[in-house]
């Protein structure tokens, strides 16, 4: 049976992005695989091998699921609530994020609980309002951090923050954040707590360099080929989403098309029906605007998307049942881009590939460099 919808993933492309970070960042990669690796599934192993030295994720559901699949390197869990498993993270080695006083207090129990000490990052807000410690909390948790490690229950080993406005280098904002995060670490090093490594920049301040001069970079979309600040030319996209044709028919000038009857085709024409809809991931909010690869021929997805299908009109070309339709792709074949499908649905290329749902294929695809036709496939589990 070949599958009805394939989310194609191609390896080759990240690991080339993934080159591109380890020696844009000297090597001080942290690979940021989070949500399914922003909806590329197991893609560890190839940024390791690319040279990212440790990964982050947000849960420690997702941690431990790289830990599960094998990954020995660092990994760092940055958003959990306080009654998570935060024992299993310790017993597994994997490095917590720490936004306030009942976290750490939460850590600290945790380590009581299973004999070993946890390794924290500190992580302070610099200026979003959102994730971390509030800069006026900064000074206490350092405080209760140093008491803490006394008790031999706590490593500190990182001091993180994060920009809210790096992909506007020329924004002020960068400058002031900057500073809320070298006055926090200066106020964590006048209480003796001196981290292995502080962290700020993700992939827009890496690539505009708002955020360098720090021990590392936890680095996400830029893997995939997404650049938040538009600047950089040299990321490859990741992913390709085909689906297949279920049927066909000819209609008369003047038919309407799908709920609402709100497209209304204005000649003859041949419209072809795609299993695919917003319950795999399509933005409903692209209706009406969206296109999709026929052939070899851009051609207009018409009326609104349903959760399971989706009409494609295809003009004079009468598409067979079970032919190949492409959604998106890196672009090179004339296919929409996900940068397309996110401009269509009014929002960011993150939100268009970490929805696709489970009822679309993934396929790992390795091109090899000598050989651009000998393809390695394997199928595999979502993470
Ligand atoms: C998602 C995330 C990152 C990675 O951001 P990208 O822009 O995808 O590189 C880094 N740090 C934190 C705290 C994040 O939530």
Redesign the pocket.
Known sequence: MTATSTLLVHDDAVRANTRHFAALTGRRLMA?L?ADA?GHGSIADSVLQSGARSI?V?SIEEALALRRAGVRVPVLS??NVVDSDIAAAIVAGVDL?VPGPEMLHAIARAGRDVGRPARVHL?VDVGMAR?GCPPEEWRALCDLARELRATDLLRIVGV?G?LSC?DRPDDDQNARERGVFDAALRTARRRGIVPAVAHLA???A?VTGTGTGYDLH??????FG?D?SGTSDALRPALTLTSRVVSSRVVAAGTGVGYGLDHVVPRRTALALLPVGYGDGLPRTASHRAEVLVRGRRRPIVGRISMDMVVVDTGDDRIRPGESVTLFGPGDGGEPTVADWARWADTIP?EIVTRIGSRVARVHRTTAPAAETHHQETRHDRL
């Not at 936890?218 to 893997?223: F, H």
Request: net charge positive; glycine share 12%; proline share 4%.
């Open positions: 940021v989070k922003f982050g947000t940055w958003l994020a992580h994730d993180m994060h790096a993700a992939t827009a890496t936890r680095v996400g979309a830029g893997l997404i938040p993150h």
